[in-house]
C-alpha cells in the first residue's frame, strides 16, 4: 500500500468537488494492478472541516499556502519547512497537485520536490521542467470549460488513478450515522426533529465573497413566499451570520444561524427536498449529499465549472453581466445587477420546477455525468 497526498489547498467547495478524484486515489486501481492507497490530503484552513466527511481520505492536514489563503501569510522558511518535514516523516511516496483554471501547481511541486516526493502529477500551462512527472497542459489535454469535480478527476486518472467498479463519479460525503457521531447529541436530536416534522426547503443566504451574495430582503421575501405556498423552511447559516439568517427567517422560518457544525449542515442539506444558495460552499454539500439546488449564481467564475455538480438544479442570475469571469469578491458593478434582478418569484418558480421534478432544458444540459 502506497501513501499518496493530494493537495487541495482552497475553500470549502473546492475541497468538497475534489472528492471523486479523492476516490480514485484512495481505489489504487492501475494496470500494474496496485493495492487501494492511504490518501494523504493537504488543505487550507477554510477547507479542514469539509475534507473530514470526504470517502477515501485517510489523513487530513492543513497547511496555511502563502498563495492561495486570502489574508496571504508571510513566506517563511518555518513555514516551507513545516510542509517539509511533514512530508517526509509521512512517507509519502507520490502527490496528485488538483487546482483550478488560475492556479499554478509548481510552487507546491518546488516544496514536495525539495521533501522527496519522487512522482508528482499536476495540470500547468507553464513550462513544469523537472517538477511535474505527469504534466496535463490545459486548453490542449482538456478543456477548461468542464465541471471543477471532472477537472480534477481527470488529473487523478493521468496519474494513473481510477474510481471503483460501481462509483459514479458524483460528490460525495460521509452520511449519517458516521457524520453525526461527533458526539453531539443536541445537533443529532435537532436533525432527527427536523425529518419527523416533514419536508422542508433550506434557504442558505449567506456567501463568503460579497460579490456571491443575494441580497438579505430578496431571501426573506423568498421564505415568505415559499411558506404562502405550504412550504416549512429551515434558514441556515455560520455563527458570523446571525444578523442576516435572522432577518431573512423572520417570525416564522426555523433559523439554524449558528447552530450547525460542518457535519451537521450536511445532515439538514440532506433531508431538504431543495437548497436555495448561492455559488457557495454550501451548494457544493447539498450536491454531496444527493439534494437538489436552485443556486443563485453570480457569473464572477463560469457555471458551467462551478454549478452544483451531479444533482438537478436551476441557475438564475445573469451569466452575461459585466462582470462575468472577473473571479471578484466584490461586485465591480453598481447595484450588483447580475443577482439583484432575480427576483423571489423567480425563486419560487425554480423550486416548484425541482420539487415537480422539471429542472429548466438549460438546467439539464448543465448537469452531466462524469
Known amino acids: 500500500m502506497s501513501r499518496v497526498l493530494v493537495a487541495r489547498l482552497d475553500c470549502m467547495g473546492d475541497v468538497i468537488v475534489s472528492g471523486p478524484a479523492l476516490r480514485a486515489v484512495a481505489n489504487g486501481t492501475r494496470p500494474d494492478g496496485s493495492c487501494p492507497n492511504d490518501v494523504v490530503l493537504l488543505c487550507g484552513p477554510e477547507g479542514t472541516a469539509a475534507a473530514e466527511l470526504l ?18 501569510p508571510a513566506v517563511t522558511a518555518g513555514l516551507a519547512d513545516a510542509l517539509v518535514d511533514f512530508v ?52 490542449e489535454d482538456f478543456p477548461e470549460d468542464q465541471a471543477e469535480a471532472v477537472r480534477a478527476l481527470g488529473i487523478a486518472r493521468a496519474a494513473g488513478f481510477g474510481l471503483p467498479q460501481g462509483d459514479d463519479g458524483r460528490l460525495r460525503v460521509e452520511r449519517t450515522p458516521h457524520h453525526l457521531a461527533s458526539g453531539d447529541l443536541a445537533s443529532d436530536a435537532l436533525v432527527r426533529d427536523l425529518s419527523s416534522e416533514g419536508p422542508y426547503v433550506v434557504v442558505h443566504p449567506g ?37 442576516l439568517t435572522a432577518t431573512v427567517a423572520g417570525p416564522s422560518a426555523l433559523n439554524l444561524g449558528g447552530r450547525t457544525s ?29 439534494t437538489p439546488v436552485v443556486c443563485l449564481f453570480s457569473p464572477v467564475v463560469p457555471a458551467i465549472r462551478w454549478a452544483p455538480y451531479g444533482v438537478p438544479i436551476e441557475v438564475l442570475g445573469d451569466q452575461e453581466a459585466p462582470c462575468k469571469d472577473t473571479r471578484a469578491r466584490t461586485c465591480p458593478v453598481p447595484g450588483h445587477p447580475c443577482l439583484s434582478s432575480v427576483t423571489p418569484e423567480q425563486v419560487l418558480d425554480a423550486v416548484k420546477r425541482l420539487l415537480g421534478g422539471v429542472p429548466s432544458l438549460t438546467t439539464r444540459r448543465k448537469v452531466r455525468n462524469p
Open 88 to 139: 517526509r516523516s509521512s512517507r509519502i511516496d507520490e502527490a496528485v497537485i488538483l487546482t483550478s483554471f488560475h492556479q499554478s501547481p509548481l510552487p507546491l511541486a518546488m516544496l514536495l520536490r525539495l521533501a522527496g516526493v519522487r512522482r508528482i502529477t499536476g495540470a500547468s500551462t507553464d513550462y513544469a521542467g523537472s517538477l511535474l512527472d505527469v504534466r496535463l497542459k490545459p486548453g
Open 207 to 243: 456567501a463568503a465573497a460579497p460579490a456571491r451574495a443575494w441580497p438579505a430582503l430578496h431571501h426573506a421575501a423568498t421564505v415568505e413566499l415559499l411558506e404562502a405556498c405550504g412550504h416549512r423552511v429551515v434558514v441556515t447559516g455560520g455563527p458570523a451570520e446571525a444578523s
Open 262 to 290: 460542518l457535519r451537521t449542515l450536511a445532515a439538514v442539506l440532506e433531508g431538504a427536498a431543495v437548497v436555495v444558495t448561492g455559488n457557495t460552499g454550501p451548494a457544493h454539500l447539498a450536491a454531496a449529499v444527493g
Open 55 to 72: 470517502p477515501g481520505v485517510t489523513e487530513v492536514h492543513t497547511w496555511s499556502c502563502p498563495w492561495i489563503v486570502t489574508p496571504a
